[in-house]
């Protein structure tokens, strides 16, 4: 298995992960730490005064915490009480039309998957004409994706609000509008990496203070991003927390580090204890 972590901020800058494994998908869901500025800066876009429906971006590299950002804001009651409708469409690299909108219909109305892709449309504008909304469009590649699915959301001047995330800076810079440029999203600071290393390997239980100053030096290595984090944690979750241990992995992603000026991780790691 290989783990490569490439440079932060530009597209081929994201987390590869090169393994058969799902480590990504497979990851039980962890406790969220940070993002509070960010979550503040994108609330108050939510909640703006501007009455014209807004597309609000995030931006950011893979695995940053882009739609684990979208989804506190999505899920926070306050929010949700200030719409009166409330969906959610991940799009992925391929825009599938259908997909979004069966996503879209699903989520404020009843699907029927016979119908066509007209009739959907018609019926998500219809939900949609005079209430107030908010949307997700969770994860979208391409300018054109956007060009064609805008024309489903009625403008009716009511503080509607679309939340998009994106990969792409420049398709974040084509849905803003002036008064809302798009969000980058933050990493994280050491001390929220580490309270989500910890939090993952040891759960409630404190780290052994001899493991404190290598653990460290772990998460540094995984340079704030919340993806690298828990990979790395839930690589070590398989072995016995020891000095001896930790030390070799930090020794890899060191190695790694020279080898390529970028964090890298072989993960000939110590046998796994089951
Ligand atoms: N602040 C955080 N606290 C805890 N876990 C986080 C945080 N941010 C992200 N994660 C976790 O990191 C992983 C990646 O996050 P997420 O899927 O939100 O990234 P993303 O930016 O949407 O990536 P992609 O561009 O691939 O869609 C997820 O397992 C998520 O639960
Ligand atoms: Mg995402």
């Keep these: 298995m290989l783990l490569e972590f490439n440079n932060h901020g530009s597209k081929s800058a ?19 730490v940070g993002m509070e500025d960010d979550f503040n800066t994108i609330l108050d876009r939510v909640t703006a005064q501007t009455d014209e429906l807004t597309v609000i971006p995030i931006f950011g590299m893979g695995g940053i915490g882009k739609t684990t950002i979208a989804r506190k804001i999505y899920d926070d009651s306050y929010i949700r009480s200030r719409f009166d409708k409330h969906a959610w469409a991940t799009i992925s690299k391929e825009y599938n039309e259908r997909q979004m909108l069966l996503e879209v219909v699903s989520s404020i109305t009843r699907s029927n998957q016979e119908m066509s892709n007209d009739q959907l449309m018609e019926i998500v504008y219809r939900c949609l004409k005079g209430r107030r909304f908010l949307i997700v469009v969770d994860d979208i590649w391409s300018t054109e994706a ?10 009716d001047d009511n503080k509607s609000r679309i939340l998009l ?3 792409l800076k420049y398709v974040g810079d084509y849905v803003s509008c002036p008064d809302f440029p798009p969000h980058c999203e933050s990493f994280l600071t ?69 080898m390529t000026s970028t964090p890298y991780l072989i993960a000939s790691l110590p046998k796994q204890t089951s």
């Excluded at 994201?14 to 969220?32: G, H």
Aim: overall charge negative.
């Design 14 to 32: 994201e987390l590869a992960i090169i393994s058969s494994s799902p480590e990504k998908s497979t990851i039980e869901e962890n406790t969220i």
């Design 146 to 155: 956007w060009d064609q699915m805008q024309r489903t959301f009625p403008n």
């Design 165 to 167: 995330t994106t990969r």
């Design 190 to 258: 050491l001390d929220d990496s580490w309270n989500l290393y910890t939090g993952k390997f040891f759960k409630k239980d404190v780290c052994p203070p001899l493991l404190v100053d290598i653990g460290k030096h772990i998460v540094q290595r995984c340079q704030g991003l919340p993806l690298s984090v828990i990979v790395v944690a839930g690589l070590h979750g398989k072995m016995n927390p020891t000095y001896d241990n930790w030390e070799k992995v930090e020794e890899n992603l060191l190695l790694g580090w020279r």
